[in-house]
């Protein structure tokens, strides 16, 4: 898990803004495993067993999830409280970053992570990402359950 959370912080760079380039104001971070799955378009694909989130000091947040060596990351600016059992981040972009292939960012795209918590929004107990993007008629999807190891930091 280490090495996810090193690529998905490289990551992050570029999806938290490019004027933040200079100086990432991360607030806080929680990574966590658990049974992935994944949907790329119309078919299913197997995923890492891990997830990762973030928060940044200009008001945008990501789940990253990985399989076979790409990165997907579900970002955006609003999250919605949904009870006290969990909330939802509204998703305005996707990238997919890997080491060899450039970097592509869905800035069209729409949908939301949906994420359950332990009472009171402590650990998560459950993610579910679905956005898709209108220019390439592309839809994605990645869920994450029985999550275990979860790890939060915050940092301001």
């Given amino acids: 898990m280490p090495k996810l959370l090193l690529f998905a912080a490289i990551v992050a760079v570029h999806v938290a803004s490019r004027p933040a380039l200079a100086q990432i104001d991360m607030r806080a971070m929680a990574s966590m495993d658990g049974a992935c799955r994944a949907e790329i378009e119309t078919q299913a694909v197997a995923c890492q067993p891990a997830g990762t989130f973030m928060q940044f000091g200009n008001g945008r947040s990501l789940f990253v999830f990985s399989r076979g060596g790409v990165l997907y990351s ?9 009870g006290d059992k969990g909330f939802a981040l509204i998703v305005d972009m996707i990238r997919i970053a890997s080491q060899t292939v450039p970097e ?21 107990t459950a993610i579910a990402c ?15 359950d029985h999550i275990s190891n979860f790890e939060r930091k915050a940092y301001r």
């Fill in 130 to 144: 679905e956005a898709h993007s209108r220019g390439e008629k592309a839809r994605y999807r990645f869920s994450l």
């Fill in 74 to 82: 579900f970002s955006g600016s609003r999250i919605q409280q949904r």
């Fill in 104 to 124: 592509r960012a869905l800035a069209d795209a729409e949908g939301e992570c949906t994420v359950q918590t332990e009472p009171g929004g402590g650990s998560f």
